[in-house]
């Protein structure tokens, strides 16, 4: 899938995604959380995609598969032209990991080194925004 296709599945809603995707019952998952999202509704696609919906509507998606994620990055890359976050913050993904902020872009990569751990793709907002309703503060990492 390309970063076009993720980004026209937000304009869908929780029925039409559900229709347009074939998903299972043992693919749906009610009431958990992503980061500060709380009670939502998680459709978990193969390749680690889950798709996140609150009240009927595509809040965020979260891809972790490796092949996927990179090449979303890549793609993202040209199409910014630019790796300039508006913002970069720890990642969870690991005590080296960060994660690049691109809220008005609608994108958010964490990244360890020049490996992409995880990205999330979500309706563009004000970095504000993003901070304020999805991310949330990494507590230290202990050994």
Not at 70 to 82: P, V
Not at 133 to 142: A, G, L, M, S, T
Request: with cysteine.
């Amino acid at each position: 899938m390309h970063l076009n296709h993720y980004r026209i599945c937000l304009k869908l809603n929780y029925d039409q995604f559900l229709e347009q995707n074939n998903i299972l019952r043992d693919q749906v998952n009610e009431n958990v959380c992503y980061e500060k999202i709380a009670d939502v509704t998680r459709v978990d696609l193969p390749n680690n995609q889950f798709f996140f919906f609150k009240d009927g509507k595509l809040e965020i998606i979260y891809i972790s598969d490796d092949v996927v994620t990179k090449k979303i990055w890549n793609e993202f890359k040209r199409i910014l032209n630019s790796e300039a976050a508006e913002k970069t913050v720890r990642s969870r993904a690991g005590k080296t990991s960060n994660q690049l902020i691109f809220a008005t872009q609608g994108v958010t990569v964490s990244l360890t080194n020049d490996d992409v751990d995880f990205i999330e793709i979500y309706t563009p907002c004000s970095l504000h925004e993003y901070l304020e309703k999805i991310y949330r503060e990494v507590q230290p990492f202990i050994r």
